[in-house]
């Protein structure tokens, strides 16, 4: 009896496939709330950082808030929100976006920051307005960098999401939670699984859309 | 049960017992880690084509929530400290590898060469000029990993109760005592910015001919710190 046994035996029932406790819904579940999540941190952290790279001020506070951001325990910001405010999906997104704000935040105003300023220089020469040499030439060299910040963001809420599923929020955390108190050891090690894939299935959609978005040109050769 | 350090007697713990555990539990995988990062990451640097398949290998590694690592390893290991050790020395492994092998690689040629000059041996050259040229990549990687091995200690919380400070955040739910996850936050936290200052602390120790003081951050200077993709991949 090894792990590799139960987790075929998770997949291989079929009570597992269909219903409100089935992978399609728990699975849906999961990447609503991760994208809702990534996407207010997103709305909050690029403007931020391109704008703060772009002049390259704050870095200071950045860094500050950077350091204070990973000094946070993950799950402690979540069972806090959850004593303090009660069910719902609110106590759980707040803690998925503070922790998802500060590395995309930060990695975009250095990614902003550290862009050759030669060009930048020569598009001001050739009269681009500020913004025009924001969009059209430090974002797109940037842009890798920026999209590293996205991913880690990406790939710890999908994990803090799954936590979450300790303060009662749905998704593939469930079935690690429910199976520990249930004993059912074939959940757990089923819901561990398709969390794993999750993960690598996020690293892997960011990889496509860095092969499809990043300029051939600017593509980091190392 | 009104004081800060009153903690609840199901935990078997005094405050000071949870912070003694929690540092424990948190940064004995990190040194782990550490111990087995190095000659990883001299392979690595001996053998340039491996380093980019390694390079994924930490990128796909560390994407693995700690969860789904710690119940699988419930199999092996029961539901104990070692079952949260183990996910946390790995991570500590995925961080630290591309720091040293950043550091050890950005030592300028003409410095090994010298070195090779004044009759260093390989081992001798590796201990005595590289890896103190790579202690300030080394120590950025240890922070991030020793910030967020103390960060996931709480999750092992979920797995009978292995998750020292991460406990009380437990009783915070079974009792409905708000003040104990604050507890448990705050303390956690503070034991993050301390460890790391020490880390600091450190680094400034074994680099003497470092400038002092202004920033801390990495990638101060102009170009791009060798750890700065690293730091990015922040804890979680």
């Known amino acids: 009896m090894n792990v590799l046994h139960f987790v075929g035996a998770f997949f291989g029932d079929g009570a597992h496939w269909h219903g409100y406790d089935g992978i399609p819904h728990r699975l849906l579940e999961h990447v609503g709330y991760s994208l809702l999540a990534l996407g207010v941190a997103a709305a909050v952290g690029l403007p931020v950082g391109l704008l703060t790279g772009h002049t390259g001020r704050g870095g200071t506070v950045l860094a500050l808030l950077a350091t204070a951001a990973r000094a946070l325990p993950t799950f402690g910001l979540l069972v806090l ?35 050759d300023p030669s060009p930048v220089d020569a598009a001001r020469g050739m009269g681009m307005g500020e913004a025009r040499i924001l969009f059209r030439v430090e974002l797109p060299v940037a842009l ?27 998704g593939l955390g ?19 699984t398709l969390v794993a894939l999750l993960a690598l299935a996020t690293l892997a959609v960011f990889w496509a859309v860095e092969r499809l978005a990043v300029s051939p040109g600017v593509r980091r050769g190392t | ?11 078997q713990h005094s405050w000071l017992g949870l912070v003694g555990l929690h540092l424990r539990e948190a940064l004995l995988p990190v040194l782990a880690g550490l111990l087995a990062a190095l000659p990883v990451a001299q392979v690595c640097v001996r053998f340039r084509r491996l380093y980019p398949p390694v390079l994924g290998l930490t ?18 290991t029961g539901q104990s400290e070692l079952t949260v050790m183990i996910p946390l020395a790995l991570y500590s492994l995925v961080v630290l590898v591309p720091a040293i092998v950043d ?22 050259r590796y201990l005595q000029v590289q890896l103190p040229i790579a202690v300030p990549a080394i120590l950025a990687g240890l922070r991030v990993a020793a910030v967020s091995s103390i960060s996931l200690v709480s999750v092992g919380a979920l ?78």
Do not use: C
């Not at chain 1, 469930?174 to 561990?192: C, H, S, T, W």
């Not at chain 2, 049960?1 to 935990?11: A, K, V, Y």
């Open chain 1, 81 to 115: 929100t959850f004593v303090l405010l009660g069910l719902g999906l609110l106590p759980v997104m707040i803690p998925l976006v503070v922790l998802a704000v500060p590395p995309i935040l930060v990695t975009t105003y250095e990614a902003v920051r550290s862009v």
């Open chain 2, 59 to 76: 990128t796909v590694l560390y994407a693995i929530p700690s969860l789904a690592l710690f119940v699988v390893l419930i199999d092996y």
């Open chain 1, 174 to 192: 469930r079935y690690i939670v429910d199976g520990l108190y249930q004993r059912d050891y074939e959940k757990v090690v089923g819901g561990a």
């Open chain 2, 159 to 236: 797995i009978g109760n292995n998750g020292a400070l991460g406990n009380l955040l437990a009783d915070a739910m079974f009792y409905h005592r708000p003040a104990l996850a604050v507890n448990s936050v705050v303390t956690t936290a503070v034991l993050a910015v301390l460890v790391d200052a020490a880390l600091v602390g450190v680094r400034r120790l074994l680099t003497p001919w470092m400038p002092r003081g202004g920033r801390t951050a990495p990638a101060a200077a102009g170009r791009p710190d060798p750890a700065a993709h690293v730091l990015g991949e922040a804890a979680r």
């Open chain 2, 1 to 11: 049960m009104n004081g800060f350090f009153d903690i609840p007697s199901d935990l």
């Open chain 1, 144 to 170: 890798p960098l920026v999209l590293s910040g996205l991913r880690s963001a990406a790939v710890q809420i999908v994990s803090t999401a799954t936590v979450a599923a300790y303060v009662s929020l749905g």
């Open chain 2, 103 to 124: 550091g050890v690689r950005a030592v300028p040629r003409e410095t090994l060469a010298a070195a090779t000059a004044m009759g260093l041996g390989p081992v001798r």
